[in-house]
Nanobody, 116 residues
Framework: QVQLVESGGGLVQAGGSLRLSCAAS????????MKWYRQAPGKQREWVTSITMGGFTTYTDPVKGRFTISRDNAKNTVYLQMNSLTPEDSGVYYC??????????WGQGTPVTVSS
């Protein structure tokens, strides 16, 4: 059984930083592309960033240069370092493990609130 558990969310002032973590149980982590999504109140969930098994990273334009995704395969954990946060970055952040095209596992989410 696969479980993803996010942590590290919270309240931060604009311009501040947070580091999110997502710990995965089960044996799919090293074979999965790991992703972060976010969902602001009243909006659809949106993709934020991905990191492949080999460490290739991609980002949505609004976070480029401010967010960094990384993974530690030995710890089955993916991280999201978020710097220069703005109120527009507020929302619930979800970790996802894409094992195959049709098998995606989700965490429960961790809330991030950026005050102006």
């Amino acid at each position: 059984q696969v479980q993803l558990v996010e942590s590290g969310g919270g309240l931060v002032q604009a311009g501040g930083s947070l580091r999110l973590s997502c710990a995965a149980s089960g044996n799919i982590f090293v074979s999965s592309t790991m992703k972060w999504y976010r969902q602001a109140p009243g909006k659809q969930r949106e993709w934020v960033t991905s990191i492949t098994m080999g460490g290739f990273t991609t980002y949505t334009d609004p976070v480029k240069g401010r967010f960094t995704i990384s993974r530690d395969n030995a710890k089955n954990t993916v991280y999201l370092q978020m710097n220069s946060l703005t109120p527009e970055d507020s929302g619930v952040y979800y970790c996802a493990a894409q094992f195959t095209a049709s098998r995606v596992y989700w965490g429960q989410g961790t809330p991030v609130t950026v005050s102006s």
